[in-house]
């Protein structure tokens, strides 16, 4: 049995000790007697913020989600919200979970001890989606709030999600400075875990109703939808928090043939019917599918467990359902945006899109075309949020997203909305119909009128600690000993995020500096116009890859054949890095 670093084993014997339950001191105990490396697992570092929060496996330790890491959490963000707003009488907060396993017993752990605080605490009634909790913390004058779920992540996983007064997820200096409070709680007495019940107030339908509201009031042809109404869609939840709002959401656009897979209609954490509860892979999918051949449906929409991603089927040229990537949903909707906007004469020269560094170039290259600014931001949606806060009162925001199948259309809420995303795109759809076309036919045309994009990811995961050394080595290696060429071609431009510093490589000394925060990314942009990033995951031990080229498109009719081309130029590329 290999032996546990001391720091470890230190860190393992505090948790045998002080106001830990008995249960958990139990559980320590037998990691310490029969199981080392996960001994090391759970105890090797403390959970921090990354781009999606608090998120980790649950079980004891202070590398896992549980009753003590949420309350550290909880009471650390709580004095940082009294430092932050010491003129407020009394701090607002709203709560919400999804559907996994132990949200529940979170949320109620992170009431009581916000109300102990002497917090007013919004607590919804039941589980509700990300977008919504957003949503709430506007509508309801609220300093900050807390949404309980790991998102897409396994069933092992939960997390914590912790947003500001404009309904976005914490940035700089926020973020930092909430984990700099946690890390100052030393004994578990410094946590208030007593509540005050007379401090929760209880949300339920009256915020659904206001929500769906605010829905509908961004659509841009509520007539189209009710000229076809008739669209045949199914939708699945994937077991999670959409179950109830993204049906009533398209029936309130109009949308009256709306089908569920009722096996994953079930509230489950352990999402019995998929291996992985992720919109982004096919298998999540598949029932879903299987319900649209039975019906025939124009449009098959999937979203995660909270809500806040959607992965999107429709029909090719054969009548085949064909599973947009994140990129080309993206593609849809924000062409589909500016097409209304002109329309409607709503363009003025104030306008803007938001998307990751890591998304389509495709997305700003249609935005400019329209006289409407694009901005780049750093993956993770919380700087979408950031840069809508920032531009607010200056420009109006149109949409926004990321290839991770986040999108955001309006600014009523603040964070990656997969309800808002699932009525616009089944409205684009029926826009496309009006117009003669189905959304596959659309997408081709846009990249016949603004060349072909064609982006892949490879992720490579490196479990536990072993792993994110590998990672932070690989990272390294990258940016201090760049290859000269890749797959061939010269690399034009090294985009370094980290040293925020822009390198034109056919020039000494050639540097620009790059207006974003510091973050562990590096691009590679080819002479041939590809481009390579790569960034570790800032939620899970993986390290991911993001390659892009594009190419003219005549035609139509020429798709297939240049879309081929791109696809073995980009695995021509992954080969060459020895990457798989």
């Given amino acids: ?22 249960e ?3 559980q320590v105990k037998t990691l310490m007697e029969n199981d080392p490396k996960e001994l090391t697992e759970a105890f090797y570092r403390d959970l921090e913020f990354g781009t999606g929060g608090l998120r980790g496996i649950m079980g004891v330790g202070t590398n896992r989600m549980n009753k003590y890491t949420v309350g550290m959490a909880t009471q650390g963000f709580a004095n940082y919200l009294k430092q932050s707003f010491p003129e407020k009488d009394q701090i607002r907060v709203a709560i919400a979970h999804d559907c996994r396993n132990n949200s529940t017993f979170f949320t109620e752990i992170t009431a009581e001890i916000f109300s102990a605080n002497g917090f007013k605490v919004f607590l919804f009634d039941a589980l509700r989606p990300t977008p919504q909790l957003s949503f709430a913390i506007r509508h309801l004058g609220c300093q900050g709030g807390v949404m309980i779920t790991a998102s897409h992540n396994p069933k092992e996983y939960n997390g914590y999600k912790v947003y500001w007064e404009d309904g976005g997820q914490l940035i700089v200096p926020h973020d930092k400075n909430v984990i700099r409070e946690v890390q100052k709680i030393k004994e578990l007495s410094q946590v208030r875990f007593s509540g005050k019940e007379k401090h929760i107030e209880t949300l339920g339908a009256e915020i659904d109703e206001a929500y769906i509201e605010a829905v509908k009031g961004v659509s841009l042809s509520p007539e189209l939808c009710q000229k076809h109404q008739d669209l045949k869609i199914v939708f699945t939840p994937i077991h999670g928090t959409a179950v109830k709002l993204a049906p009533m959401a398209l029936n309130a656009y109009g949308f009256k043939k709306v089908f569920s897979v009722p096996e994953q209609d079930v509230v489950s954490g352990d999402f019995p019917t998929v291996v ?3 919109p982004e892979e096919s298998a999540a999918l598949k029932m879903a599918l299987e319900k649209a051949e039975e019906v025939d449906a124009d449009l098959v929409m999937a979203t995660d467990p909270d809500a806040d991603r959607v992965g999107v089927a429709v029909k090719d040229k054969n009548g085949k359902y064909l599973l947009l990537n994140g990129n080309q949903t993206a593609t849809i909707l924000i062409y589909y945006l500016l097409e209304k906007w002109k329309e409607k004469e709503k363009l003025t020269g104030k306008e803007y899109i938001v998307k990751t560094i890591v998304t389509t170039e495709l997305l700003k290259k249609m935005a400019l075309s329209y006289g409407v600014d694009c901005y780049d931001v750093l993956t993770g949606f919380k700087f979408i949020a950031e840069k809508i806060r920032l531009l607010e009162g200056k ?7 990321e290839e991770s199948y986040g999108y955001l259309v309006g600014d009523f809420v603040r964070d990656k909305d997969a309800i808002v995303s699932c009525c616009i795109i089944a409205e684009a759809a029926a826009w496309a119909r009006e117009n003669g076309k189905t959304l596959y036919e659309l997408l081709i045309d846009i990249y016949v009128k603004f060349d072909l994009h064609y982006e892949k990811l490879l992720s490579l995961t490196k479990k536990g600690k072993a792993g994110m050394e590998e990672i932070q080595q690989m990272m390294e290696k990258y940016r201090k000993e760049p290859p000269g060429k ?12 980290k040293a925020g510093v822009e390198k034109d490589m056919f020039y000494v000394n050639k540097h620009y500096p790059i207006d974003l925060p510091s973050a562990n990314v590096l691009q590679f942009l080819l002479e041939d116009g590809s481009k390579i990033t790569m960034r570790p995951s800032g939620t899970e031990p993986k390290i991911k890859f ?8 005549e035609s139509a009719e020429e798709f297939e ?6 696809e073995d130029k980009i695995d021509s590329i992954i080969e060459s890095m020895k990457l798989e």
């Fill in 395 to 401: 420009k109006t925001f149109i949409g926004g997203g």
């Fill in 24 to 26: 958990t001191r139990n």
């Fill in 1 to 22: 049995m290999n032996p546990v670093d001391e720091a470890i084993m230190k860190k393992a014997r505090q948790w045998m000790e002080g106001d830990f339950d008995e």
């Fill in 486 to 497: 890749i797959n061939g071609q010269r690399i034009a431009t090294i985009k370094d995020y």
């Fill in 561 to 566: 054949n240049t879309l081929a081309k791109l």
């Fill in 276 to 278: 992985s509860p992720n």
């Fill in 546 to 553: 993001y390659f892009g080229s594009e190419a003219a498109l």
